[in-house]
């Protein structure tokens, strides 16, 4: 309602842009033109356009005009244990602005046996009385039941949701077994969702953490010490393997070590339907500083999985993500302040998770991808904004620019060399973890929603003016592939003679163990009596025996029974 | 029939020529008078006598006159791991007394003439499952058969699996597999140790098992869900356990999750074939299980063990993990190596269903010859032959539902031709090579060599005369297994057992096969195998951890709702430190530092292989922020 009205107030004064002399780059080529927007849209793109009068020009003097950045991954105004994280909407989306970042996907994060339609308008709310950028939201799932199910497909069909986050660590909190993951990644392939995934073996981390403190270890180096790598690494395997199990696409969010990559650009290689999101703190600095003897920087740091120890991490996160094995780019930006992180001073187990990032993203990728020749401008686009807006089924809306597509631009310079620190970031924060970082590249002018938010260093952010940006299911990008295969990946039964020789007697149940919920209805079944005929005209396909067909649950779409026509019960004799 | 035959041996007091006299009870029924015994010992070499003291019709009592225990193979080429070379070889009680040329030994020996043929350590089937119990059933090959079979194959020692229910103590499954091997075993074998369920308890038992009874190794199933499974803590529990004792962590690795899903899926869409067991467990499934055992053993520096090493995916994973480093080792079986699941399509059902094992045979028909070239440039260690086989009417129990089928195949007879026709003949391994995998490396792993698994003086008599150029084409019509269908049948396989020697007798020759049902012996193996543990130990010595020392932060601290993140209840490996979020403000006035000695976790027992590594005088001593 509140944006509607202010609609009507541009066309009296200057919603009208035109930016000239730019070079327009995309993600797949990059030209010289002028663009006029309107109303926060692009109208036209080209040379010598016809514009009204008095419209407000900026003189791009040949700089670089790019799609504004698309932060995949933020976690403002995230409720923890009673506090909440330090960048709400307000704080964050500015942050975002002031790095020329013109759009957010933040994470809807439900405690475990609350509703996610109740959370997800907790989060709308908030984020629309506050939000300075337009913003989209992943719903996490956090545990899994019939009623989630309900829900995750009433906010698919009406809520604009498309993504959904699951959890592979944080035993006994928000970890899903193996089973529930294949179970929400087969409902998410069904309805066209995009399944996310936070990978980690958390069983382990549990048995490692009690380890450390064990040995005396408590401080912030405990954190990376009780997740090693390779735990990502495995948890990333692993949820490759249950999405091509279930026909899934899947996305890895916050890649934090080369092994965990490696698995992901080897699956990818295998033609795994999987994409990678390295986020700024992974591409820009690395663990040693959970060595530092100071506890309040070691322990901003902080954040699962840990920034790898290893320091040439953030060089091969940026190779991988310049060859394309890696697709796209966030900043898991979760800010808390020292006070909150001082919560486990004295067991590391409790210190808040989370980083900065969602500032620096867009330039710190130009200065370790771009500068470095790893990357070109167009390849930058994609990895920033194009690739991510494909994923969310928002393209060409986001991520590119063309007529039609919203005004969210960023005049680049390529020159400008910013040295980062607290002192002057955005975030409330008091550490940043890129503090003294030197980078080249920076945007000049930022435009959201067709009004100019940054220029000449001054951020004119307004909140509340964000919009939610409901994201379709299905999205080409991930799914032209996946329907393709689930044509291809019908099974069939070999239609052979029933087996009619000799039958050993076995005991129908396994020692004392409760018999398996996967094992259930077969065991039961009675020996076959063989003179009873098992055709029936009613199509009955199998021979069944007391669970009744009505218990089968509902055949989900997609999926084809393939016994022969007529069943299999008229064949008689063994071939 | 001959289930009703017990054989006493006994050592008379004056045992001249090292003479056995053998003391024979026949139990049995009077009508079985003319079939019975004479089959059985009158086909032995060894028998020169045999003289009937009492013809009771209900109790037949005879004495049997052994032959000497004393054996010479001349002319033989000796093929150990590392070297071949020709020498004579003499035996006596079992154990190998001499190689070299010129032998000076007792008079009226028997002599073998090898003819420069190969002679090797007898094969060691790392993985067997005789008689294996499932829901009632018994798997059709008993020890006698079975062990039959693997003798009648060039294999002298087998490793059976002791699979206990769940709720069932470990050491009564031992003795029970003890009795059961004791009785009918013609070989020497070896028990691993299956972990089907995790408590207190059966870490005390495995410890009694480590120690007392020669046991030095355990299998966790990372598969079948509600029955065997465990859960990855658990496995990370049974692990540093495992390396606790210096015993090896074998593994069998599907993903049982996904597959009783998977399961689940295939009968709901009318899949109830054989067909069914492979669609319901491809090999991504197999590939993510050793991946996730590799992770969690690297973890809790515990030695690996990947039995049943069945697709191109999960041998990739273990070949990968062992260029970075990890001490793992895996272990295709004589099916994988040897046929593929194209079978499962099969149109009769009951030749289906004899391929049906877990993991299940990849259906990529270049399975076999990948596995066999990483087997032979040493990517993969040993070979077993998982040989659990069942016959058609017991597979039949899942005639209408594959998830029933009771698994397992054959392949102990079959292993050694299979590799060498396999990857000897192709030129993909040397002898050497053969040996290496076929015995030596599983005497190492196990802690067995160089008694078993080795040519020298002083190993154990288990010795195989080995013909490179003899064919035979396997069927179920010839096979020593009691079941009716061979999985590798009408393969033509190239090279084969001419005499098999086992504990110094000759237990096949000229085709004849002249076992000793109850001869087997259970052999121990020692914990901390060298080939094994060397790499661990020193490893644990340099995985120690340290924390920072760094001043106590004194700054503010927010406050936080006393019942975070609620509801779920608390997990057992987090019980001590998490619970305490609430913990008082430290007084820093209050000296932190103590004479006695005592620390805080004092109460906590330390594991050996960790040390502690906090400064000396503790932390609290130091009050300033670095």
Same mark, same amino acid.
């Given at each position: 309602?509140?944006?509607?009205?202010?609609?009507?107030?541009?066309?009296?004064?200057?919603?009208?842009?035109?930016? !000239?002399?730019?070079?327009?780059?995309?993600?797949?080529?990059?030209?010289?033109?002028?663009?006029?927007?309107?109303?926060?849209?692009? !109208?036209?793109?080209?040379?010598?356009?016809?514009?009204?009068?008095?419209?407000?020009?900026?003189?791009?003097?040949?700089?670089?005009?790019?799609?504004?950045?698309?932060?995949?991954?933020?976690?403002?105004?995230?409720?923890?244990?009673?506090?909440?994280?330090?960048?709400?909407?307000?704080?964050?989306?500015?942050?975002?602005?002031?790095?020329?970042?013109?759009?957010?996907?933040?994470?809807?994060?439900?405690?475990?046996?609350?509703?996610?339609?109740?959370?997800?308008?907790? +989060?709308?709310?908030?984020?629309?009385?506050?939000?300075? =950028?337009?913003?989209?939201?992943?719903?996490?799932?956090?545990?899994?039941?019939?009623?989630?199910?309900?829900?995750?497909?009433?906010?698919?069909?009406?809520?604009?949701? &498309?993504?959904?986050?699951?959890?592979? /660590?944080?035993?006994?909190?928000?970890?899903?077994?193996?089973?529930?993951?294949?179970?929400?990644?087969?409902?998410?392939?069904?309805?066209?969702?995009?399944?996310?995934?936070?990978?980690?073996?958390?069983?382990?981390?549990?048995?490692?953490?009690?380890?450390?403190?064990?040995?005396?270890?408590?401080?912030?180096?405990?954190?990376?010490?009780?997740?090693?790598?390779?735990?990502?690494?495995?948890?990333?395997?692993?949820?490759?393997?249950?999405?091509?199990?279930?026909? =899934?696409?899947?996305?890895?969010?916050?890649?934090?070590? !080369?092994?965990?990559?490696?698995?992901?650009?080897?699956?990818?290689?295998?033609?795994?339907?999987?994409?990678?999101?390295?986020?700024?703190?992974?591409?820009?600095?690395?663990?040693?500083?959970?060595?530092?003897?100071?506890?309040?920087?070691?322990?901003?740091?902080?954040?699962?999985?840990?920034?790898?120890?290893?320091?040439?991490?953030?060089?091969?996160? &940026?190779?991988?993500?310049?060859?394309?094995?890696?697709?796209?780019?966030?900043?898991?930006? =979760?800010?808390?302040?020292?006070?909150?992180?001082?919560?486990?001073?004295?067991?590391?187990?409790?210190?808040?998770?989370?980083?900065?990032?969602?500032?620096?993203?867009?330039?710190?990728?130009?200065?370790?991808?771009?500068?470095?020749?790893?990357?070109?401008?167009?390849?930058?686009?994609?990895?920033?904004?194009?690739?991510?807006?494909?994923?969310?089924?928002?393209?060409?809306? !986001?991520?590119?620019?063309?007529?039609?597509?919203?005004?969210?631009?960023?005049? +680049?310079?390529?020159?400008?060399?910013?040295?980062?620190?607290?002192?002057?970031?955005?975030?409330?924060?008091?550490? &940043?973890?890129?503090?003294?970082?030197?980078?080249?590249?920076?945007?000049?002018?930022?435009?959201?929603?067709?009004?100019?938010?940054?220029?000449?260093?001054?951020?004119?952010?307004?909140?509340?003016?964000?919009?939610?940006?409901? =994201?379709?299911?299905?999205?080409?990008?991930?799914?032209?592939?996946?329907?393709?295969?689930?044509?291809?990946?019908?099974?069939?039964?070999?239609?052979?003679?029933?087996?009619?020789?000799?039958?050993?007697?076995?005991?129908?149940?396994?020692?004392?163990?409760?018999?398996?919920?996967?094992?259930?209805?077969?065991?039961?079944?009675?020996?076959?009596?063989?003179?009873?005929?098992?055709?029936?005209?009613?199509?009955?396909? /199998?021979?069944?025996?007391?669970?009744?067909?009505?218990?089968?649950?509902?055949?989900?779409?997609?999926?084809?029974?393939?016994?022969?026509?007529?069943?299999?019960?008229?064949?008689?004799?063994?071939? | 029939?001959?289930?009703?035959?017990?054989?006493?041996?006994?050592?008379?007091?004056?045992?001249?020529?090292?003479?056995?006299?053998?003391?024979?009870?026949? *139990?049995?029924?009077?009508?079985?008078?003319?079939?019975?015994?004479?089959?059985? $010992?009158?086909?032995?070499?060894?028998?020169?006598?045999?003289?009937?003291?009492?013809?009771?019709?209900?109790?037949?009592?005879?004495?049997?006159?052994?032959?000497?225990?004393?054996?010479?193979?001349?002319?033989?080429? $000796?093929?150990?791991?590392?070297?071949?070379?020709?020498?004579?070889?003499?035996?006596?009680?079992?154990?190998?007394?001499?190689?070299?040329?010129?032998?000076?030994?007792?008079?009226?020996?028997?002599?073998?003439?090898?003819?420069?043929?190969?002679?090797?350590?007898?094969?060691?089937?790392?993985?067997?499952?005789?008689?294996?119990?499932?829901?009632?059933?018994?798997?059709?090959?008993?020890? %006698?058969?079975?062990?039959?079979?693997?003798?009648?194959?060039?294999?002298?020692?087998?490793?059976?699996?002791?699979?206990?229910?769940?709720?069932?103590?470990?050491?009564?499954?031992?003795?029970?597999?003890?009795?059961?091997?004791?009785?009918?075993?013609?070989?020497?074998?070896?028990?691993? $140790?299956?972990?089907?369920?995790?408590?207190?308890?059966?870490?005390?038992?495995?410890?009694?098992?480590?120690?007392?009874?020669?046991?030095?190794?355990?299998?966790?199933?990372?598969?079948?869900?509600?029955?065997?499974?465990?859960?990855?803590?658990?496995? %990370?529990?049974?692990?540093?356990?495992?390396?606790?004792?210096?015993?090896?962590?074998?593994?069998?690795?599907?993903?049982?999750?996904?597959?009783?899903?998977?399961?689940?899926?295939?009968?709901?869409?009318?899949?109830?074939? #054989?067909?069914?067991?492979?669609?319901?467990?491809?090999?991504?499934?197999?590939?993510?299980?050793?991946?996730?055992? *590799?992770?969690?053993?690297?973890?809790?520096?515990?030695?690996?063990?990947?039995?049943?090493?069945?697709?191109?995916?999960?041998?990739?994973?273990?070949?990968?993990?062992?260029?970075?480093?990890?001490?793992?080792?895996?272990?295709?079986?004589?099916?994988?190596?040897?046929?593929?699941?194209?079978?499962?399509?099969?149109?009769?059902?009951?030749?289906?269903?004899?391929?049906?094992?877990?993991?299940?045979?990849?259906?990529?028909?270049?399975?076999?010859?990948?596995?066999?070239?990483?087997?032979?440039?040493?990517?993969?260690?040993?070979?077993?032959?998982?040989?659990?086989?069942?016959?058609?009417?017991?597979?039949?129990?899942?005639?209408?539902?594959?998830?029933?089928?009771?698994?397992?195949?054959?392949?102990?007879?079959?292993?050694?031709? $299979?590799?060498?026709?396999?990857?000897?003949?192709?030129?993909?391994?040397?002898?050497?090579?053969?040996?290496?995998?076929?015995?030596?490396?599983?005497?190492?792993?196990?802690?067995?060599?160089?008694?078993?698994?080795?040519?020298?003086?002083?190993?154990?008599?288990?010795?195989?005369?080995?013909? #490179?150029? *003899?064919?035979?084409?396997?069927?179920?019509?010839?096979?020593?297994?009691? *079941?009716?269908?061979?999985?590798?049948?009408?393969?033509?396989?190239?090279?084969?057992?001419?005499?098999?020697?086992?504990?110094?007798?000759?237990?096949?020759?000229?085709?004849?096969?002249?076992?000793?049902?109850?001869?087997?012996?259970?052999?121990?193996?020692?914990?901390?195998?060298? %080939?094994? %543990?060397?790499?661990?130990?020193?490893?644990?010595?340099?995985?120690?951890?340290?924390?920072?020392?760094?001043?106590?932060?004194?700054? #503010?601290?927010?406050?936080?709702?006393?019942?975070?993140?609620?509801?779920?209840?608390?997990?057992?490996?987090?019980?001590?430190?998490?619970?305490?979020?609430?913990?008082?403000?430290?007084?820093?006035?209050?000296?932190?530092?103590?004479?006695?000695?005592?620390?805080?976790?004092?109460?906590?027992?330390?594991?050996?292989?960790?040390?502690?590594?906090?400064?000396?005088?503790?932390?609290?001593?130091?009050?300033?922020?670095?």
């Amino acid at each position: 309602m509140s944006y509607q009205g202010k609609k009507n107030i541009p066309k009296i004064t200057s919603d009208r842009l035109l930016i !000239k002399g730019g070079r327009i780059v995309n993600d797949d080529q990059s030209f010289h033109a002028d663009i006029y927007m309107e109303d926060g849209l692009i !109208k036209q793109i080209g040379d010598n356009l016809i514009v009204p009068g008095g419209v407000k020009t900026i003189e791009a003097n040949g700089k670089m005009v790019i799609p504004g950045g698309i932060d995949i991954h933020t976690h403002f105004q995230m409720p923890y244990r009673g506090t909440t994280t330090v960048d709400d909407f307000a704080q964050g989306s500015k942050a975002a602005l002031a790095g020329g970042t013109t759009m957010i996907v933040d994470h809807v994060m439900s405690e475990p046996d609350t509703s996610l339609i109740e959370a997800h308008d907790q +989060w709308r709310q908030w984020a629309d009385e506050k939000a300075c =950028c337009d913003y989209s939201l992943h719903v996490d799932i956090t545990h899994w039941n019939d009623s989630v199910k309900q829900e995750v497909d009433n906010l698919i069909k009406e809520k604009g949701v &498309n993504s959904f986050q699951v959890y592979m /660590a944080y035993k006994d909190y928000y970890q899903m077994s193996n089973s529930e993951l294949y179970e929400v990644f087969t409902f998410l392939a069904e309805r066209g969702g995009i399944a996310q995934v936070h990978a980690e073996n958390g069983e382990i981390i549990a048995e490692e953490q009690a380890r450390m403190l064990q040995m005396g270890i408590t401080g912030p180096e405990g954190h990376v010490l009780s997740r090693p790598e390779e735990l990502e690494a495995e948890a990333v395997f692993r949820a490759i393997t249950i999405a091509s199990q279930t026909n =899934c696409p899947l996305y890895v969010t916050r890649v934090m070590s !080369k092994s965990a990559a490696d698995i992901i650009s080897q699956a990818r290689k295998k033609g795994n339907v999987v994409f990678g999101e390295p986020i700024t703190a992974s591409l820009g600095t690395d663990g040693t500083h959970y060595w530092s003897k100071n506890w309040a920087k070691a322990a901003s740091f902080v954040t699962s999985p840990p920034l790898s120890p290893d320091p040439t991490t953030p060089d091969y996160l &940026n190779t991988l993500l310049s060859s394309g094995d890696l697709s796209v780019t966030g900043s898991a930006h =979760c800010t808390f302040s020292v006070a909150q992180k001082a919560i486990g001073k004295d067991d590391f187990t409790q210190i808040p998770e989370g980083v900065n990032g969602v500032e620096e993203r867009m330039a710190l990728i130009w200065d370790k991808a771009v500068t470095t020749g790893k990357m070109d401008e167009n390849m930058f686009v994609g990895v920033t904004s194009t690739n991510a807006a494909k994923i969310l089924n928002l393209y060409p809306r !986001k991520g590119r620019i063309a007529v039609g597509s919203d005004a969210d631009l960023v005049i +680049w310079d390529t020159d400008a060399i910013r040295t980062i620190t607290a002192k002057t970031h955005n975030s409330a924060a008091e550490y &940043n973890i890129f503090e003294g970082m030197e980078l080249r590249g920076a945007p000049l002018v930022v435009i959201c929603q067709g009004k100019i938010v940054l220029e000449d260093g001054n951020l004119h952010a307004t909140s509340g003016v964000g919009r939610f940006i409901p =994201c379709s299911p299905f999205p080409d990008f991930a799914y032209k592939r996946i329907k393709a295969r689930k044509q291809l990946a019908v099974l069939r039964a070999v239609p052979r003679g029933m087996y009619d020789g000799p039958v050993s007697e076995f005991s129908m149940s396994r020692g004392g163990t409760p018999s398996a919920s996967a094992r259930t209805s077969p065991t039961k079944q009675p020996v076959r009596n063989l003179h009873q005929s098992g055709f029936s005209l009613a199509g009955n396909p /199998a021979p069944c025996g007391p669970p009744t067909p009505d218990d089968i649950p509902i055949r989900p779409a997609g999926r084809r029974i393939v016994v022969p026509p007529g069943g299999r019960s008229n064949i008689t004799s063994l071939s | 029939m001959h289930s009703h035959v017990f054989l006493i041996r006994r050592q008379p007091k004056k045992a001249k020529q090292s003479q056995y006299l053998c003391f024979a009870v026949i *139990v049995a029924n009077p009508l079985l008078e003319v079939t019975f015994p004479k089959t059985q $010992i009158g086909y032995s070499p060894l028998l020169t006598q045999a003289v009937f003291l009492n013809k009771n019709v209900q109790q037949f009592t005879f004495f049997i006159v052994f032959q000497s225990d004393r054996l010479l193979i001349k002319g033989a080429k $000796i093929v150990n791991d590392d070297q071949s070379f020709c020498a004579d070889i003499y035996m006596e009680d079992g154990v190998i007394k001499q190689i070299g040329e010129n032998l000076i030994v007792p008079g009226g020996v028997k002599t073998i003439d090898a003819h420069g043929r190969m002679l090797m350590p007898g094969g060691i089937d790392v993985h067997t499952r005789f008689q294996m119990p499932d829901r009632g059933m018994t798997a059709a090959d008993d020890f %006698y058969q079975g062990s039959k079979a693997a003798l009648a194959g060039g294999t002298t020692m087998i490793i059976d699996h002791v699979l206990p229910e769940p709720g069932t103590s470990l050491m009564s499954a031992f003795e029970q597999w003890r009795e059961w091997a004791d009785s009918k075993s013609c070989c020497d074998y070896s028990l691993h $140790i299956d972990i089907t369920e995790w408590h207190k308890g059966i870490q005390e038992e495995m410890e009694t098992l480590v120690k007392d009874h020669g046991v030095n190794s355990f299998l966790v199933y990372l598969a079948y869900k509600d029955i065997f499974q465990l859960t990855d803590a658990q496995v %990370y529990e049974v692990f540093s356990v495992i390396r606790d004792l210096g015993a090896i962590a074998q593994v069998h690795a599907e993903n049982g999750d996904i597959v009783a899903e998977e399961q689940r899926r295939m009968l709901e869409q009318g899949i109830t074939g #054989p067909e069914g067991h492979v669609l319901s467990r491809p090999e991504e499934v197999e590939a993510e299980a050793v991946n996730r055992s *590799v992770t969690v053993a690297n973890q809790t520096n515990c030695p690996l063990y990947v039995t049943k090493v069945m697709s191109k995916s999960a041998s990739d994973v273990i070949a990968q993990a062992r260029k970075k480093g990890t001490v793992v080792y895996g272990e295709p079986i004589t099916a994988s190596l040897g046929t593929d699941g194209s079978h499962y399509w099969s149109k009769n059902w009951a030749k289906a269903a004899a391929y049906v094992t877990s993991p299940p045979l990849s259906p990529d028909p270049t399975t076999p010859d990948y596995l066999n070239s990483l087997l032979s440039c040493g990517d993969l260690q040993v070979t077993g032959s998982a040989h659990c086989p069942f016959n058609t009417a017991q597979r039949a129990v899942g005639k209408d539902d594959f998830s029933l089928i009771p698994e397992g195949v054959n392949g102990t007879e079959e292993r050694m031709s $299979i590799i060498w026709d396999k990857c000897v003949v192709t030129g993909k391994m040397d002898e050497n090579q053969f040996v290496a995998v076929t015995s030596t490396n599983a005497a190492k792993i196990f802690n067995l060599y160089p008694r078993k698994g080795r040519i020298a003086v002083g190993s154990d008599a288990d010795l195989v005369l080995w013909d #490179p150029d *003899v064919t035979k084409i396997i069927s179920a019509k010839s096979h020593q297994s009691t *079941v009716e269908y061979n999985i590798f049948e009408g393969t033509e396989v190239r090279g084969g057992p001419l005499v098999v020697i086992s504990q110094g007798k000759i237990v096949l020759e000229d085709g004849n096969l002249h076992v000793t049902e109850g001869s087997g012996r259970y052999v121990v193996r020692k914990p901390f195998p060298d %080939y094994v %543990y060397k790499r661990i130990k020193a490893r644990s010595r340099l995985a120690e951890l340290r924390g920072v020392p760094r001043g106590l932060y004194d700054g #503010p601290v927010c406050e936080v709702s006393v019942t975070p993140k609620t509801m779920t209840p608390a997990s057992s490996a987090k019980t001590s430190p998490a619970k305490q979020p609430g913990q008082p403000v430290r007084n820093l006035h209050q000296s932190g530092f103590s004479l006695s000695g005592a620390q805080i976790d004092d109460n906590v027992p330390r594991r050996n292989t960790q040390r502690i590594v906090a400064p000396p005088g503790g932390r609290a001593n130091i009050t300033s922020l670095g």
